[in-house]
Nanobody, 122 residues
Framework: QVQLVESGGGLVQPGGSLRLSCAAS????????MAWFRQAPGKEREFVAT????????AYADSVKGRFTISRDNAKNTVYLQMNGLKPEDTAVYYC???????????????WGQGTQVTVSS
């Protein structure tokens, strides 16, 4: 089974940018449809973005569409989330997840990373 480790979180001012990385080990990430979720304090975990195995298809939550970009480098066994135009409401712990069964977009999985904190504040 693949293991996932997120990195790249931090404190950023509104309007700023961050790039999150999700490094996979144990199995090649190209075997999985990948996704990013986030969880803000006191809220349920919510979907952010998903990407197909080849990287040719992506989908986003309406709240991040046009600001965030998910990508993957299967040769580096890594998935990314480029976040631009960050807003205070983007503050959350961001999690990477791997779905071994989906065809194109994430459906469900019990494979999760430990998360990385993103805080957007002036």
């Amino acid at each position: 089974q693949v293991q996932l480790v997120e990195s790249g979180g931090g404190l950023v001012q509104p309007g700023g940018s961050l790039r999150l990385s999700c490094a996979a080990s144990g199995r090649t990430v190209s075997s999985y449809v990948m996704a990013w979720f986030r969880q803000a304090p006191g809220k349920e975990r919510e979907f952010v973005a998903t990407i197909s195995r080849s990287g040719s298809s992506t989908a986003y939550a309406d709240s991040v569409k046009g600001r965030f970009t998910i990508s993957r480098d299967n040769a580096k066994n890594t998935v990314y989330l480029q976040m631009n135009g960050l807003k205070p409401e983007d503050t959350a712990v961001y999690y990477c997840t791997a779905d071994p069964s989906a065809n194109y977009y994430y459906t469900s999985s019990d494979i999760w990373g430990q998360g990385t904190q993103v805080t957007v504040s002036s």
